[in-house]
């Protein structure tokens, strides 16, 4: 098959003449065909849009590390003099409040023929609620500080799920297959780099850690990102299937009875949880072999923030070409990792006494969580279709956001079979994904 010249290339973006260069020179862009599953009008638009949703997303994820409810939020409660029972509430907190509204949400989105505007309203609560939390860590104390980080946590929690709805549906809407995984995995990359700044600063301040400067940061990351997303032209879509908000989202629970390939990829996803939910018994074990406190907190991040920036182009690439074999891999490698952690405290605990040991292990495993993690966002957006997405994405959320508050349970099982136990068995779970994962329809490509 012939290829275009580039200087036909370049009629697809009149619009964009510099702008549509450095697109095709990001995304590796020799096929002049890769608006087929987009509109016309978003195809004349897509380097404008691949660079605002990729600004947007960047700035929104670095946001996210220093807001982080495993490792940020839980230091700030406890530097303030707070119970430590508040910090056994920010996880499940943060994760479920995203996910398990988003039913609802997609049902009033559907409703709305640009749905952007979704993606601002939530953009807008994050911003509000994360400089509420900066202003209750400056001025407030002690469970005062506990009580308004829950409360206001959980409005950041249900923003973010505005903004996770609304984001795929429009990515959809806006960049073509074959470049959303290389968009998502430059913008993994880049607030990597920003997170291991982060980190550095953590692990060698010489005047202590300033958190709420943190949240402040957040906050008005969130405000660029904002305005980053305004940017995007979005054409109009299909508004089918609005109606009553809960009666609409009890329907949608219908899909999984009826739709076999969906259905199967909410398995697979409910078995990858094993990956998202492995990370902090990592950060545990190190406290428990190498005595890490505070200081080590530093490491963890900036292992995290390599992982990202070293990892996430590579992801984002294989899951262009399949996002199945890229949650395959992903699934095994945590498989082994946790495997191996858990064989070294069992077996030969002077190894782990070591801080920078565990850095690597967390590095490892962030890796795979990153994977992890953006392979199936690419292959849910690869099988759904504009008419579909918003309802396969709110499904899928509010199915695995309560799935995860039970499976949140796994850490009551450290009283009688530790860490390293807990360990291994959210290892065994990944093995079971990454065969499940095999079994899942090609979608990719």
Not at 98 to 114: C, E, F, G, M, T
Not at 208 to 218: E, K, S, Y
Not at 267 to 278: C, E, M
Request: hydrophobic share 55%; with cysteine; proline share 3%.
């Amino acid at each position: 098959m012939s290829r275009e010249p580039s200087s036909e290339r370049e009629v697809l973006y009149p619009d964009y003449p510099r702008l549509s260069r450095i697109y095709e020179q990001l995304s590796d862009d020799e096929d002049a065909r890769v608006c087929k599953d987009i509109p016309d009008g978003a195809c004349r638009h897509q380097p404008r849009n691949f660079f605002a949703y990729l600004v947007a997303n960047t700035l929104s994820k670095i946001a996210d590390e220093l807001s982080s409810a495993r490792l940020i939020l839980p230091w700030l409660i406890g530097a303030a003099g707070a119970s430590s029972g508040f910090a056994g509430f920010l996880v499940p907190i943060r994760e479920a409040g995203v996910l398990v509204p988003q039913l609802v949400v997609a049902a009033y989105i559907r409703r709305l023929a640009r749905r952007k505007v979704v993606w601002l309203l939530g953009a807008l609560l994050s911003m509000l609620s994360l400089a509420g939390m900066a202003s209750a860590a400056g001025f407030l104390e002690a469970s005062q500080v506990g009580w308004a980080i829950v409360g206001l946590l959980i409005v950041y929690s249900v923003a973010r799920g505005f903004c996770s709805v609304a984001a795929k549906d429009v990515l959809g809407k806006t960049v073509s297959k074959t470049r959303r995984g290389t968009l998502m995995g430059y913008s993994a990359s880049a607030a990597g780099v920003a997170t291991f700044g982060v980190g550095v600063y953590a692990e060698f301040a010489t005047e202590g850690v300033n958190l709420t400067f943190f949240l402040a940061a957040a906050a008005l990351l969130w405000l660029f990102s904002l305005v980053a997303f305004t940017r995007i032209q979005e054409e109009p879509g299909a508004t089918e299937g609005g109606g009553n908000a809960l009666a609409v989202a009890l329907k949608s629970l219908g899909i999984l009875l009826t739709d076999r390939a969906f259905r199967r990829f909410v398995l697979a996803r409910g078995l990858l949880l094993s990956i998202a939910l492995v990370p902090p018994f990592f950060v545990l074990l190190a406290q428990e072999r190498a005595g890490s406190g505070a200081a080590g907190l530093g490491l963890m991040i900036i292992a995290s923030g390599l992982a990202a920036s070293l990892s996430s182009p590579v992801w984002g690439r294989l899951s262009d070409r399949s996002s199945r074999w890229a949650m395959f891999w992903a699934s095994l490698g945590a498989a082994l990792l946790c495997a191996l952690t858990a064989a070294l405290a069992w077996w030969d605990g002077a190894l782990l006494a070591s801080p920078w040991l565990h850095g690597l292990l967390f590095f490892g495993i962030s890796i795979c969580h990153g994977g992890a993690r953006l392979a199936r966002k690419v292959y849910l957006v690869d099988m759904a279709t504009g008419e579909n997405r918003a309802q396969y994405v709110a499904v899928s959320n509010t199915v695995i956001g309560l799935a995860m508050l039970v499976l949140g349970a796994v850490g009551l099982l450290t009283v009688w079979i530790g860490v390293p136990g807990v360990i291994a068995l959210l290892g065994g779970m990944s093995l079971v994904a990454a065969v499940y994962g095999l079994t899942l329809k090609e979608v990719s490509g």
